[in-house]
């Protein structure tokens, strides 16, 4: 069996949604952008040899739709040559291309793969523009078929015996992790310089456009206590334990 290797690795900064740093920026640019960047790293590769992109999406409609891992090879790799296909595991889909890239490359069915993910919850509503349960499905005792991922992290809280407290903790000393690796510019190395154009109307009515750069995440907040986390209320389950605070959050970005 052929053992699969990492090579190159980039990532965007991760934007928050739906009022962020990106929400000028669609999904399939900001992942194009972020190929582009990754291939400096592998000057001598022929792009030619790529055997697949596999992108990750959780949303793909819109402008995340159309099969839009193949749009991406175009738009990324400035050939025609290599194909795409977009994969919906929602939350895991960005890890899961990277596990079928590895598959692939060990059981011989490919030998360079480009795999990752990309998402704006910006531009798409959560669940989508148009959701469409089956009714009958759910009101046959089945409507946890259609839980988000809060319904679901309170079913795993309640299982695992998972406290408030624990998961206020958890979310404060994530953000504490956060932002000293940026103070000390752990993340740059990794992270893609992104340029975003606005179009806004001035103080006078007129339309003027400015252009900006992202290569910081915006998530992280240094205000973030504990005495704050414990005092919000939860969101999803009545009497539940997850709160905005000890969520993640709504994100636009591609890696």
Same mark, same amino acid.
């Given at each position: 069996?052929?053992?699969?290797?990492?090579? &190159?690795?980039?990532?965007?900064?991760? /934007?928050?949604?739906?009022? @962020?740093?990106?929400?000028?920026?669609?999904?399939?640019?900001?992942?194009?952008?972020?190929?582009?960047?990754?291939?400096?790293?592998?000057?001598?590769?022929?792009?030619?040899?790529?055997?697949?992109?596999?992108? !990750? %999406?959780?949303?793909?409609? &819109?402008?995340?739709?159309?099969?839009?891992?193949?749009?991406? =090879?175009?738009?990324?790799?400035?050939?025609?040559?290599?194909?795409?296909?977009?994969?919906?595991?929602?939350?895991? #889909? /960005?890890?899961?291309?990277?596990?079928?890239?590895?598959?692939?490359?060990? #059981?011989?069915? &490919?030998?360079?793969?480009?795999?990752? !993910?990309?998402?704006?919850?910006?531009?798409?509503?959560? /669940?989508?523009?148009?959701?469409?349960?089956?009714?009958?499905?759910?009101?046959?005792?089945?409507?946890?078929?259609?839980? !988000?991922? @809060?319904?679901?992290?309170?079913?795993?809280?309640?299982?695992? %015996?998972? =406290?408030?407290?624990?998961?206020?903790?958890?979310?404060?000393? =994530?953000?504490?992790?956060?932002?000293?690796?940026? &103070?000390?510019?752990?993340?740059?190395?990794?992270?893609?310089?992104?340029?975003?154009?606005?179009?806004?109307?001035?103080?006078?009515?007129?339309?003027?456009?400015?252009?900006?750069?992202?290569?910081?995440?915006? @998530?992280?907040?240094?205000?973030?206590?504990?005495?704050?986390?414990?005092?919000?209320?939860?969101?999803?389950?009545?009497? /539940? #334990?997850?709160?905005?605070?000890?969520?993640?959050?709504?994100?636009? !970005?591609?890696?």
């Amino acid at each position: 069996m052929k053992t699969a290797y990492i090579v &190159a690795a980039k990532r965007t900064a991760v /934007g928050k949604a739906p009022k @962020g740093v990106f929400r000028f920026k669609r999904p399939d640019e900001l992942a194009a952008e972020t190929i582009e960047a990754m291939l400096k790293d592998v000057p001598s590769l022929d792009k030619t040899r790529i055997d697949d992109v596999i992108i !990750g %999406n959780a949303m793909p409609e &819109a402008e995340q739709g159309l099969n839009m891992a193949r749009l991406i =090879s175009l738009m990324g790799l400035k050939i025609d040559d290599v194909p795409g296909v977009t994969v919906n595991r929602y939350c895991a #889909s /960005g890890v899961e291309t990277i596990a079928m890239a590895t598959a692939k490359i060990q #059981s011989g069915m &490919a030998d360079c793969i480009i795999a990752g !993910g990309a998402e704006s919850m910006s531009y798409i509503p959560m /669940g989508g523009y148009k959701p469409t349960p089956d009714y009958r499905v759910a009101k046959a005792g089945n409507e946890d078929y259609y839980w !988000g991922m @809060g319904l679901t992290a309170e079913a795993v809280a309640n299982e695992f %015996n998972v =406290s408030r407290e624990d998961q206020d903790q958890f979310a404060y000393n =994530s953000h504490q992790k956060s932002l000293k690796a940026q &103070a000390e510019d752990r993340f740059q190395d990794q992270i893609v310089p992104i340029n975003v154009e606005e179009t806004f109307l001035n103080a006078d009515g007129k339309k003027e456009t400015r252009t900006y750069t992202v290569n910081k995440d915006e @998530g992280p907040r240094a205000d973030t206590k504990l005495e704050i986390l414990a005092k919000l209320r939860p969101v999803f389950a009545a009497g /539940g #334990s997850v709160t905005a605070g000890n969520s993640s959050q709504m994100s636009d !970005g591609a890696a």
